[in-house]
């Protein structure tokens, strides 16, 4: 599992494989955060923060990792799903990675390509 840290200092963190995206979203607190981007495989993104708004730079940079971590083309605009942990619940013998998001689910629009200076900001450690 990756670890990043957002503009606000708010621990983001990324699964590396379905099974590690499984594991992450199942054990994170129900009140944290939880990115993917809509319709396209890639990481499970949680951000470790339990308050009602995130941050607009940490919600940026969480989403802006979603679609880094993602099969999605880095140029074009890419929909990024956010839900709380606790909107997500697992298909019965799905494959790992497969989630089903329940209630309102907010949609945030990144362009990777307007995007360069966060991301080089967030990878390095």
């Not at 840290?5 to 099974?19: E, F, L, N, R």
């Not at 619940?89 to 995007?115: A, C, P, R």
Request: with cysteine.
């Amino acid at each position: 599992m990756l670890e990043y840290t957002s503009y606000d200092g708010i621990k983001i963190q990324v699964g590396q494989s379905a099974k590690e995206n499984d594991q992450l979203t199942m054990t994170s607190d129900p009140k944290h955060w939880w990115m993917h981007v809509a319709g396209c495989p890639g990481a499970h993104v949680v951000v470790c923060y339990d308050g009602d708004q995130l941050p607009r730079e940490t919600k940026r940079d969480a989403a802006v990792l979603a679609v880094y971590h993602s099969k999605t083309p880095k140029t074009k605009m890419s929909p990024v799903d956010l839900v709380r942990v606790d909107q997500i619940s697992k298909y019965q013998k799905s494959t790992h990675g497969l989630v089903n998001l329940e209630g309102e689910v907010m949609q945030l629009t990144i362009f990777m390509n307007k995007e360069k200076l966060r991301l080089d900001r967030l990878l390095i450690k």
